[in-house]
């Protein structure tokens, strides 16, 4: 029985190491993947750029991601959804901040990918641009189906209609000019509140840093406080002892003299 409930101690010792070896391995294979290459991320945003569209038009977006997973293994790069998310995540915030640079070299030295981005960002004003006129064209035709029925429509009538026409359109890209203003006002306050948080971020960290640095000084003047005090109480011992020695001494001295 001895040795049956050894075999079976040594049995589970083995299968617990062989599990955190598998473990160890595991996080090594994941701080090993390798960066992401600048044509590794051409082809990337290639492949976002054919499906922004797409991701516009749905929240629910995990099965898109999968699908540049698989696009990108097909040209010998393994990225799996959730790495080209974040990828994608990390571009963009890249992008937000080179938009505050105001000269265009600058902004292509610092982030090699900008034209990359504004192309895929145009692409969508336009895209978004082309549904609101489209969807107001819609709107009209099925004003013009209602007015069919009404005679007497004069050449004035028609002219004046045309004219709505035109200033419908201005007014859409009016409000479309709107929205895009809006955006980047709430893309500039992210960056403000951001860059806000980093400052007082770094405040903090410089006023722990003077505070552990003050606090440091003092210990020290209190050390040398006490090094000094005890200078002061060993001198003094040392005095009395010789003191003391001394009229030991001359006591020894005088006894001498009157024998």
Known sequence: MEGLHHHQYYHRQHHQQQHQQQAM??????????????????????????????FMETKRNKQLWEFISTRLKEKGYNRSAEQCKCKWKNLVTRYKGCEMVEEEAKRQQQFPFYNDLQAIFSARKQTTLKKLCSDKEEDKGRYRG????????????????????????????????????????????????????????EMEWRRTMEALENERVMMDIRWREKEEQRRIREEARSERIDALVTTLLNKLTRDDHKK
């Open 146 to 201: 209602k007015e069919k029925g009404k005679k007497g429509v004069s050449i004035s009538g028609s002219t004046s209609e045309s004219i709505n026409d035109g200033n419908d359109i201005k007014e859409i890209l009016k409000c479309f000019m709107r929205q895009q203003m809006e955006m980047e006002i709430q893309w500039r306050e992210a960056l403000e509140e951001r860059e806000n948080e980093r400052r007082l971020k």
């Open 25 to 54: 391995n595991v996080n090594v294979d994941v701080d090993r993947l390798p960066q992401w290459s600048i044509q590794e991320t051409k082809e990337f945003l290639m492949i976002r750029a054919e499906l922004d569209t797409n």
